[in-house]
């Protein structure tokens, strides 16, 4: 079994940075990629980035790019959110889905981020 945990998320001002992580464990085989979701009320899950982890390749949405930074740990199933610049629409629930190599995705719980003065 996977399991995915998010942490980090917390209350911040406009303008500040804000790292999130995303641990897997479990029978994770071997991974696939990494992809951050963010979450609204009301509103549909919205992509953020992925990093694939074989290539270390990274994509963004065109609202976070140039602001928002994936990364991963070496010999580890860890992976960054790094959040630069905020913005109080970047307020949501984001959520890290492990992509496996049997290509099943594995979500975590979330963790919430609030950008606001």
């Known amino acids: 079994q996977v399991q995915v945990a998010e942490s980090g998320g917390g209350l911040v001002q406009p303008g500040d940075s804000l790292r999130l992580s995303c641990v897997v464990s479990?029978?994770?085989?071997?991974?696939?990629?990494m992809t951050w979701f963010r979450q609204t009320p009301g509103n549909e899950r919205e992509f953020v980035g992925t990093i694939t982890w074989g290539s270390g390749g990274t994509a963004y949405a065109d609202s976070v790019k140039g602001r928002f930074t994936i990364s991963r740990e070496n010999g580890d199933n860890t992976v960054h959110l790094q959040m630069n610049s905020l913005k109080p629409e970047d307020t949501a629930v984001y959520y890290c889905?492990?992509?496996?190599?049997?290509?099943?995705?594995?979500w975590g719980q979330g963790t919430q981020v609030t950008v606001s003065s």
């Open positions: 479990g029978h994770t085989l071997s991974m696939y990629a």
């Open positions: 889905s492990a992509t496996t190599a049997d290509m099943s995705s594995h």
